[in-house]
């Protein structure tokens, strides 16, 4: 089956801002069998929404229309869609209460204008909205002769998505055949994405049943696999078996089985073999930390580091002796090498990381150009430094060489 | 004028991955006084993409294609927009030679299936595609009665970019009446949204020939400005005068009067002054180091700092007494002060920042909830402390306190 996502709003046609709700609800849908073949952004003009529901009434089955449902004079997707669909609007006094009362609680006086949010489609099954105003709705109806699902939703992430989750997924689940189908979401680290593909084609080409995808995003790369069967069993035996073959062939590339970030695994590695650890950034500026500490929990196994951004610091918090910074530059595999061990002595844990480097745009020489990034990884025994040589801008650099840093972490402790 | 942008590719339509390039292309049609009034997102099937350029045309005169352009039998936007048009197309004796030429200079041989890479509408200019192999296209035609401008634009941003950019700006401003468009960028830090728009919306208002949108994104304002005049000074001379009178409005909540980061701000002011800056970050865990040193030449004036997650490290890097620690705790006013005076020593700086709270979700108690976070800024005479109480999810929480941080510096600076 079918369906069409359309966003409506102004803003979401302008440069700054983009509708993020269609993925959301392209994963539940997708869950369920239901493909998305055509998303539209339209703005607030009559016509033009009433065309852009036109058009989707005469190629799917599955509409789901998202914005416009609020008490502004620009908000018409009430309107649009029973122009489109030929029905009529009723102002629910029900509605209209509650929509005084949730006022009243919040000790605000209702415009008049706001009774708007209480009109209902013909047919329609009003869908509460505990997180705003803007009550959603659904509409199981035909439009000519083909039976056409319907769902109107608030705009705003926090009010669509419980409301999606708790009132729409139940109705499509009995409104549709039904489906089994099983997920897989593979990570590797640090493999191009044409190198990788080319490695596991031959493989997932043999799966004619399982939908796979490959993304790539700063030396990230994501394989999304996707089976429907008549089921459960079926459909996540055949994900799995492929995900086995393709763990096989990328060996220790994959850092996750189960879609967990790299920084998930590198703290859950530590916390099981009882290791610590801190690091010494200097190109990527407290980037590795970031993504650490943005995980709930790391404070267990990692302490913490410095940013040493200056020959000073790189002393004062890493013991870097100043005649290592003199002898062979800030930017050095011996740098980094006294950056990993001097802040594993520092903080005292079992595992240190030192990251110097060239990040660019200004900066490079012929002897050391930007995108020039050495990594340590230091144990108290031995202290393995890598050197790198990255492309692109000062972002794309600071975020390969964290990414880097992070993997060498997990090889170490693997 | 009215345009239409039209992403083709299945990929557009999973959970994973977005059309990111309208926002470019958007940016750019603005400047030349085009409004976009739909976007479409469209798979690979034959009918679905006649049937979305058959729309296009049926209600914009500027429709820009993207995607849909390589070597494989999924590309077909060339005979899509071929069919809609009820043009035809030949292909080029030119362009296969210079497809041929391409691949033996990257010694790679060209299967003849690329040769469709050459084909070409009916009265098209081809643009070409020094980023890669798919050579775009542009159509100045007449559909009905009407004139339409269509732009077939190879998908990846590294080549649609440039090509936009370089061959269709210029054709565009060539077919286009002259307009002349001012824009402003404004940024306020730490004000909610509808505060900023219920202070400013009396003053915009005045101003109905400027076109003003307010983007909020945590704890972060943008007011875009944009206003079309005859002359270019006419057009300035409003988006200027609106932009004084907002700055006057919300005064020192204006960081930024031409669209610059807060990060690049702060950085600015301490060159301007001679400062320099250090930073102890325990629950942003090195997001404040992060964003300033994603500034190229951030080195001159950040020198860096720790990230002190471990009471230990408070103690270590920054100074902070064990006692203060014991007496008040890791989340209080003393250690954020002690951490920011610590640091500020430690690293030789003249100022130093010191926060500590709780990120969450979990580690938070009645006295000291979630949300919880102390600041404190040190210029060696003076340390001030703020505590503030932030809503929301982990990562709310630590950008929230990081752009604080970075605020209150740039306040202490002022």
Same mark, same amino acid.
């Given at each position: 089956?079918?369906?069409?996502?359309?966003?409506?709003?102004? /803003?979401?046609?302008? +440069?700054?801002? %983009? &509708?993020?709700?269609? #993925? $959301?609800?392209?994963?539940?849908? *997708?869950?369920?069998?239901?493909?998305?073949? $055509?998303k539209t952004i339209v703005g607030d003009r009559p016509k033009h929404l009433v065309d852009a529901v036109r058009n989707a009434l005469g190629r799917t089955d599955v509409i789901v229309v998202m914005g416009g449902l609020g008490p502004t004079e620009d908000d018409l997707t009430r309107e649009a869609v029973a122009e489109a669909l030929k029905i009529t609007i009723k102002r629910n006094p029900e509605l209209i209460a509650q929509l005084y009362t949730r006022a009243a609680q919040r000790r605000?006086?209702?415009?008049? *204008? *706001?009774?708007? %949010?209480?009109? @209902? #489609?013909? !047919?329609?099954? @009003?869908? /509460?909205? +505990?997180? !705003?105003?803007? +009550?959603g709705q659904w509409l199981d109806t035909v439009y000519g002769t083909h039976r056409k699902l319907v769902m109107l939703l608030p705009g705003p992430p926090s009010e669509l998505k419980p409301m999606f989750d708790a009132q729409c997924v139940p109705r499509l689940k009995d409104a549709l055949p039904p489906r089994f189908i099983a997920t897989r979401v593979l990570k590797a680290a640090l493999i191009a994405e044409s190198q990788a593909d080319a490695r596991i084609a031959p493989i997932y080409g043999q799966f004619t049943d399982v939908d796979t995808t490959i993304l790539a995003h700063l030396g990230d790369i994501q394989v999304n696999l996707l089976c429907t069967k008549p089921t459960m069993e079926l459909a996540q035996a055949r994900v799995d078996a492929l995900a086995n073959r393709l763990e096989?062939?990328? &060996? &220790?590339?994959?850092?996750?089985?189960?879609g967990e970030r790299l920084e998930q695994i590198v703290l859950f590695y530590l916390e099981m073999k009882g290791a610590t650890l801190s690091v010494a950034e200097s190109c990527t500026g407290g980037l590795i930390s970031q993504r650490l500490t943005s995980i709930s929990g790391s404070s267990r196994s990692f302490f913490g580091g410095a940013v040493v951004y200056s020959n000073e610091l790189k002393s004062e918090f890493a013991n870097v002796p100043p005649s290592v910074l003199e002898r062979h530059g800030a930017v050095s595999k011996e740098t980094a090498e006294a950056l990993a061990e001097g802040i594993r002595e520092r903080c005292d844990t079992t595992l240190g990381v030192g990251v110097t480097g060239i990040a660019g745009p200004t900066g490079g020489t012929e002897?050391? +150009?930007?995108?020039?990034?050495?990594?340590g990884v230091s144990d108290g025994k031995k202290t393995d430094v890598v050197e790198r040589r990255f492309t692109g801008d000062r972002g794309r650099i600071r975020s390969y060489a964290a990414q880097t840093a992070l993997d060498l972490v997990r090889r170490k402790l693997m």
């Open positions: 089956m079918n369906a069409e996502i359309i966003a409506i709003g102004s /803003e979401l046609l302008t +440069p700054w801002r %983009q &509708d993020t709700n269609s #993925l $959301f609800v392209t994963e539940r849908l *997708n869950k369920l069998g239901v493909n998305v073949i $055509f605000m006086t209702m415009p008049r *204008n *706001n009774e708007k %949010q209480a009109d @209902v #489609l013909e !047919g329609a099954t @009003v869908l /509460e909205n +505990p997180k !705003g105003s803007a +009550p096989e062939e990328l &060996d &220790d590339l994959v850092y996750s089985s189960h002897e050391k +150009p930007v995108g020039l990034v050495y990594i």
